[in-house]
């Protein structure tokens, strides 16, 4: 192979290649070229999507930790700190499902674990392809099987999450990690290495040739061929998660450590030339230290090799017998294999001789490209929605039967039964609400964690879905009774490089960033997921949000569940741009993905998302839901089933949701969405005061809860048991079961 | 009065179990697997996880840790033990409780809140309940299916050392045991974890009704 066919397999451009030149001023060795391959791949040096990420505000009155350390941090009251961060496992999870899910979950972990903090809640946000297709089930059931094999092992309990189905998935799956951690605030540890002669000593399995070239791997679209690169794949093992997990809170407990950081990505190539850049410092490795688990391994095969549980950390050389001796205490591998030098260098040594030597700066800092942003012309076909040319559904029982039962819409149980979502014992509201709710033993605090994400939206319009994603997130935590702080995102694009990604990527990022900015909810780490294509072309554009919020008490919060026949339920901000435009009901009846969205007013959202907080906090309201796909009548329904009452929608105001947010259409008044943001419910002795809080926003008591019936006006009338039949369905269930509707 | 909790690598309801204790008004005490020593504890938790990583299968290593010696002479004694999840499969590969934890016949894993009767409340961890008393537990497994020969099944029933039965059976377990005792009645195995249901904060402090159980037990 000559250097051109060399540096191109590694997956280095001719340009970036002329730029390792004129860095090193000299040729790099094959050991040299790979630590370029990797730490340059989109996947750790962000070459794409830096100068977009630079427009996210990152900074708040809460905001400990910003992007640049493994996870970022906030404050939450007490003295206690969240550490939390979400990651993709989206190109593993495609050619090994069971594998590629569960690393994925081991990966967010070590993350948390490397700022210092105990993890404890997992959250997961899956999309695949309709499931009526052989090869997208196998990927659905093995990707929960590994989350949940991982992650129930670990002790980490998985607490909430999404699961989506859409055509543009199918064969690229995105299989996103959200780990949140908590930390006394005193207690944090950074990644930078410090103190020229201390000790690098790597802690955890032993290392194999398990996922060499892994973060190139991830850093190309998925071809045929992608299939034959099984062995990128690492495989998990979270028992030696588990002892990694409390070794290290043990070691820190102690003192023991000057730094900490996970190995990730290119293994420990990458995780030592951040932790020497950001301290300013060099790391000089002894690959023939290194515990293999395998012989024959090559220096370079050593330095990248990316096997799972594994962390590095800086240790003074006094303290390294105590660090060594834990270490066997918890079962696992601990070896010094390195040191901090002063020459800022990576430098790789074997048998005496160095066999490698780069700048840790220059691995730390992947050349960066900028695009012009055009705007592609799908956007002229798919933008075009008339109504005209939708027909209006003759049974609307039947509609809301079908929607209920879609894999998009349907009880999420069949799932998460499969994760432990208590272990831990601080899970205070049970998976299916609009967000997980957590306590913090030992005080009143608690707080709520979601994940949203609007691929199909973001497709129609990527600004205004952009901004409707962290809208959602942030009406989603207000819904239990949480004051949102801050967000971790994970940007699932196709590639960069292709005017039509970049095009989605860049506004994405806008239009996140507006709502950013407007709702007060800094991006504190992320995470960038491109090239996320097959030969049928690109995923939607699905930036993913993980938000975290605080609630003072958390006793103080509320369930999407009706609690209490002859409750009032009350919608708030109704009346305005109810739309059918990429709504669920448009892609499940109908088979279309069409339309602009309305854009998000991000002042009313925060008015109403404020208020509703207040309503729980105050003690006035127990029961909210948010307006999300399906519309009203999909949430009443949700709403209804998860507390077993049915309801009864007044026959006036049946007439005013198709006449007025329906403009005079049943569908767009039933099942349109964006139009009213949130639902509650109260006992009539509050309704008085309840009355009072709302006078300042657009509210309107619709229904009264009881009975067994879902009942609106003359339109609707299903019992219960009937719609829980198809809302309560197995989604791994015989492929005829889990057939999708169109 | 002090309760133990054992740790073995890979146990991971351990710290719920010592909060668990906590809030009891007892006083909690770490057991480490590596150490034979209970440390003086009045009663011994063996909380759930995945000890060694289920490898092999659940409970079949932890079996031989050091720790497990001194615990088999507290059962002897009649010292009382509560194996739950992880801790029932590790009790019964121990032969301290008789049977065997298989797969669940649904062959998924299965976190979700399930209905028990407690069927016999001679234990030392039943002590407090009714007779007949429903509550409501979460299970989280994925190898609770409860076997015996049908001679042990028969003994079990006829000796009213089945104490927790399931309302809907979640795993196709025999009888629907949820739970079942020693001979002698203070050891005992149960898949369901009261210790999450244990704090007013998490919606429901049922567990408490069988782990307070063994303070009764230890004031008569």
Redesign the interface.
Known sequence: MNIQETYSTLGLSDFEYDRILELLGRAPNYLELSLFSVMWSEHCGYKYSRPLLRRFPNSGPNVLQGPGENAGVVEVGDGWALAFKVESHNHPSAVEPYEGAATGVGGIIRDILAMGARPVALLDSLRFGLLDEGRNRYLFREVVRGI??YG????VPTVGGEVEFAPPYSGNPLVNAMCVGLIRTENLVRSRATGEGNLVVLLGSKTGRDGIHGATFASDELTEESESKRSNVQVG????E??LIECCLKLLEEGLLVSLQDLGAAGITSSASEMAAKGGVGIEIEADRVPLRESGMEPYEVVISESQERMLAVVEPDKADRVLDLAA???LVGAIIGRVAGHGELRVKSGGEIVGSVPAEHLAEAPVYERDVVRPSYFDEVQDLDLANILEPGDYNEVLLQMLAHPNLCSRRSI?????????????V?PGADAALM?I?GTKLGYAITTDGRGRHCYLDPRSGGAATVAEAYRNLSCVGARPVAITNCLNFGSPEKPEGYYQLAECIEGMAEACEALGTPVVSGNVSLYNETEKGSVYPTPVVGMVGVLED??RHATPAFKREGDIVVAIGKGWRTSLAGSEYLEIVHGKAAGRPPETDLAAEKEYSDLVRRLIADGLVDTAHDVSGGGEIVALTEMALAGGLGLHYEEVEAELLIDGDGGGRVDVGLFGENGISFLIAVPEEKWDELQRALSDVPYDSIACVGGDHIKIGDLIDVKLSELRKSYERDL?GAPGGAEVSH | MKIGVTIFPGSNCDRDALHAVERMGAEPVELWHGDADLKGSDAVIVPGGFSYGDYLRPGAIARFANVMAPLEDFARSGGPILGVCNGFQVLTEAHLLPGALLRNTGMRFVCRRVRVRVESTETLWTSSCEPGEELTLPVAHNEGNYFADPATLAELEAEDRVVLRYMENPNGSANNIAGICSEGKNVVGIMPHPERVSDPVLGSEEGMRILRSVLAGARV
């Open positions: 949940g094999g129930n092992a670990v002790g093992d979270p028992f030696a588990k002892m205490r918890y079962e998460f039964e499969q994760y432990d979502h208590e272990v831990g014992a601080d899970t205070v049970l306590r033993k958390v006793s791994f």
